[in-house]
């Protein structure tokens, strides 16, 4: 049976628990930040990547401005990269920043610094989630959000060197991926400590690029490893085609997993077993060019599928409509 008159933050950790809710929630734990919301906050890219007040100030749109049920405020996938050595592209008000260099050839260069956790892009993100902690934490959920080993991999030392190299070199494979766990654990604490409810691991070993049973060899044990470890809910994210691995990712111990348009709501329900999902309103064809209309029909066929948090796919493109983020909510509202 429902439960009435819950909090957002009740909503949305219900919501990720498989629990009853009031409503489905709605939220992303990736990116919602757009152009639109930079002007309404006064909270702009590139300096929100990097100042924790800005950061913190523009995440709370998603709640503020939206109307979703969580507030996400690491808006980049480089912050870890950064902090390691990787030189920046810091983007711009409507691009997103990349790494530009991959310093580690080899799994032995892998160093953390001592000072991690203060480098200037660590510590924004932490100070932003301290931040939306005092500010929103007793009624919105905070959720974080930390690169898995997969892709601190690609950021390091490249993605085409890497996954040439899940053919030819899988023990260098290993061993990047067992020495990088250690900056998604560290940063991941951090962030619970920091207070966050909910953690998003981006580990974007997608099918678009690798087979299930690269998921399955190399990190489900990690992944296994990584949710015993974070003493709160973890939610996996993973670009692109991931029917194939659903079930593997079910077994790794996640909360629930967010997921792409390219699966089929019913589909990934129905391989995911008990394990919640989130998403997976399309980006591009839905929400950036598309109209309510189309935004509210996507959202309702993944409602009627069974995903228990509805939000967009992924982080979605900067120059989105607020209009058709807030569809999602709607339809919410519309099936209560």
């Known amino acids: 049976m429902a439960t009435s008159g819950m909090s957002a933050k009740e909503r949305f950790l219900a919501?990720?628990?498989g629990e009853p809710t009031d409503r489905t929630p709605v939220a992303s734990p990736t990116s919602v930040a757009t152009v639109e919301q930079m002007e309404r906050t006064g909270a702009w890219f590139p300096a929100a990547h990097r100042d924790g007040e800005q950061m913190a100030r523009l995440a709370a749109g998603a709640h503020e401005i939206l109307g979703y049920d969580a507030i996400m405020p690491?808006?980049?996938?480089v912050q870890e990269a950064a902090a390691l050595g990787c030189e920046m592209d810091w983007g711009a008000a409507d691009t997103m920043p990349v790494a530009c260099t991959h310093p580690w050839q080899e799994p032995g260069q892998v160093r953390v610094p001592a000072d991690f956790l203060?480098?200037?892009?660590i510590r924004a993100a932490l100070d932003a989630i301290r931040i939306l902690r005092r500010t929103h934490g007793d009624r919105v959920a905070i959720v974080g959000k930390v690169m898995g080993p997969w892709t601190l991999s690609y950021h390091l030392h490249g993605i085409q060197d890497f996954l040439a190299a899940t053919l030819l070199d899988p023990d260098t494979v290993r061993g990047f991926l067992d020495r990088?766990?250690?900056?998604?654990?560290?940063?991941?604490?951090?962030?619970i400590a920091a207070g966050a409810d909910a953690l998003c691991l981006a580990d974007h070993a997608t099918g678009d690029l690798v087979r299930g049973t690269m998921y399955r060899d190399f990190l489900l044990p990690i992944h296994r490893e990584l949710t015993r470890a974070f003493e709160c809910p973890t939610i996996l994210h993973i670009c692109g085609d991931t029917l194939d691995r659903i079930g593997y990712i079910a077994q790794a111990g996640f909360a629930a997993f967010h997921f792409d348009s390219k699966v089929d709501a019913k589909e990934a329900v129905k391989a995911a077993g008990r394990m919640p999902l989130v998403g997976n309103v399309n980006n591009p064809e839905a929400l950036l060019r598309g109209t309510p209309e189309l935004v509210e029909s996507q959202a309702r066929y993944a409602l009627e599928a069974g995903v228990r948090?509805?939000?967009?796919?992924?982080?979605?493109?900067?120059?989105?409509?607020?209009?058709?983020l807030?569809?999602?909510r709607r339809a919410t509202e519309e099936t209560r």
């Open 118 to 121: 203060e480098r200037p892009p």
């Open 74 to 77: 690491v808006f980049s996938v």
């Open 326 to 328: 807030r569809a999602i």
């Open 309 to 324: 948090v509805v939000g967009p796919e992924c982080a979605v493109p900067l120059r989105t409509p607020l209009e058709n």
């Open 15 to 17: 919501g990720i628990r």
């Open 180 to 191: 990088l766990k250690a900056v998604t654990l560290l940063f991941g604490q951090a962030q």
